[in-house]
């Protein structure tokens, strides 16, 4: 297994910044849609695998499945080649520390992979999940119709739009922590087999502590509001089967993708790629 060694993982996250800059508008079109689609889908698969195990049932090894297999939509952004914000917050910000783009450059990338990123969540949330009718697969138990992945995802929603500002943010920046630092490993090993365990661990490990990824909140609330709206739902909502859903767009933009990508931006941009330009900027400039 060929590797690099650590000065050398900053010198490659320098170049992808770079890199991201100087991609032509049709490109970043494509890849940060494509990266958006790639994430809300490892979130629909932990949907359908873990969410919907009853806690009383399973314990946190339902947690551990829904965290298990959502790393699939991070392997697909980096082997496939996506661009993804969460990633970017860690490359622009060392390409800026080195003097190699400036901040404008970066804002405005940052910016484009954000919205792009955006529409192709909210692609997969509407067409994949509830046009599909997927989200409404009902499960019949002593006579009661259910629907539990409709039910539990609502439930997720739910929660994730009533966090204080604090509690959002903080999470937010220990999530982007673990998601930059499982890109920056991958970049340690050439391999397809080793990339994807250099990234599975530490993207399992922010999903199973619950904390808060921008990117995959694009896919998650939608999906959850679609679904929660919709009359096949809210018929056993009436009935006393389902959640109810209190998730609205106002307060998931507001308390909830407002703060979480602040903690997103923090914990790629100085607690990966500030620190460790500060451990080996010199070196890896020499």
Same mark, same amino acid.
């Given at each position: 297994?060929? *590797? ?113 990123? !955006?529409?192709?969540?909210? !692609?997969?949330?509407?067409?994949? +999940?509830?046009?599909?009718?997927? $989200?409404?697969?009902?499960? %019949?138990?002593?006579?009661?119709? *259910?629907?539990?992945? @409709? ?21 937010? +920046? ?33 999903? @199973? ?9 694009? !896919?998650? +609330? ?23 859903? *209190? ?8 308390? %909830?993708?407002?703060? +979480?990508?602040?903690?997103? $931006? ?21």
């Amino acid at each position: 297994m060929t *590797t690099l060694g650590p000065a050398d993982l900053l010198v490659k996250s320098v170049s992808n910044g770079i890199a991201r800059t100087q991609q032509r508008p049709l490109s970043t079109l494509g890849l940060t849609v494509l990266a958006g689609a790639y994430i809300a889908l490892g979130g629909f698969l932990a949907i359908r695998c873990g969410l919907a195990l009853p806690w009383d049932v399973w314990g946190s090894f339902g947690k551990f499945v829904f965290a298990a297999v959502f790393p699939v939509g991070l392997m697909l952004v980096v082997l496939c080649g996506a661009d993804l914000f969460t990633g970017n917050c860690m490359t622009l910000a060392s390409a800026i520390y080195r003097k190699e783009i400036s901040g404008k450059q970066a804002f405005l990338s940052g910016l484009w992979a954000w919205l792009g990123n !955006f529409v192709g969540a909210l !692609f997969v949330a509407y067409c994949m +999940v509830y046009a599909s009718g997927l $989200i409404f697969d009902s499960v %019949n138990q002593n006579g009661t119709t *259910t629907m539990p992945w @409709a039910s539990s995802l609502v439930a997720l929603a739910n929660g994730k739009t009533h966090l204080s500002f604090d509690a959002a943010f903080w999470r937010a +920046v220990g999530c982007n922590w673990l998601v930059c630092i499982a890109v920056y490993a991958s970049y340690a090993v050439k391999d397809g087999a080793g990339k994807i365990m250099a990234m599975w661990f530490p993207t399992m490990a922010f999903v @199973a502590m619950g904390m808060e990824h921008c990117v995959a909140n694009m !896919f998650f +609330v939608p999906a959850a509001i679609f679904a929660g709206s919709d009359p096949r739902y809210l018929a056993l909502v009436e009935s006393g089967d389902a959640v109810a859903l *209190t998730a609205s767009w106002s307060n998931f933009f507001v308390d %909830n993708l407002i703060p +979480v990508t602040l903690g997103n $931006i923090v914990g790629g941009a100085i607690l990966v790629a500030g620190i460790y330009t500060m451990i080996h900027g010199r070196a890896s400039r020499a």
